[in-house]
């Protein structure tokens, strides 16, 4: 599976109410085209930041699903994202990383999570249930089963690496998409 087609899986497993926080980079420009909505947080220019962001809202808004949409060089870049996610608990949270085993935006370095067990750190960290997969299959049947009972929840969901898309960079500065994202209804 692709990262197209990974976004695609989760873009159609959404929920009305959920918001979702997605990674700054190749990630969070493919999801913007092709999911573009006002309940979606793109993190322009902030590397890292994700999960910090994405506990944090979860925290204040236990009323939302919170799905965080990561990539393995941005987790890798902010770890501590993890343990904030798994000693905060919030139940209402989700954390996916989309693992091509490289920073891609970047030009395609390896960030090592090749050698390292992503779903056994953030079981060790504390989420509350944590998988791999690398089937769209399989990733629709744990987002289908996720409910704001259960979390944090992690799923490590391995892509084929290669070369960021060729999408549009977002249209908005970073103020104007918080303020797109604090306005969003329901």
Known sequence: MNRAGALQVIASALGETDRVIVANGAMGREFFAEKSNPRHLILVGSMGLAASVGVGYAIQRRDHRVL???????????????????????????????????????????????????????????????????????????????????????????????????????PFTPPEMTARFRGAKP
């Open 68 to 170: 965080v949409l990561d990539g393995d060089g941005n987790l890798m870049m902010g770890l501590g994202g993890l343990l904030l996610a798994g000693t905060a608990c919030p139940a209402n949270l989700l954390h996916l990383v989309l693992d091509n085993r490289q920073y891609a935006t970047t030009g395609g370095q390896p960030t090592g999570s090749q050698k390292v067990d992503l779903a056994a750190m953030a079981r060790a960290a504390g989420y509350a249930g944590a998988v791999s997969l690398d089937s769209p299959r399989r990733l629709l049947e744990e987002l289908d089963q996720w409910t704001t009972e259960s979390g944090p929840g992690f799923i490590r969901v391995v892509i084929e690496a290669g070369p960021a898309a060729d999408a549009p960079r977002i």
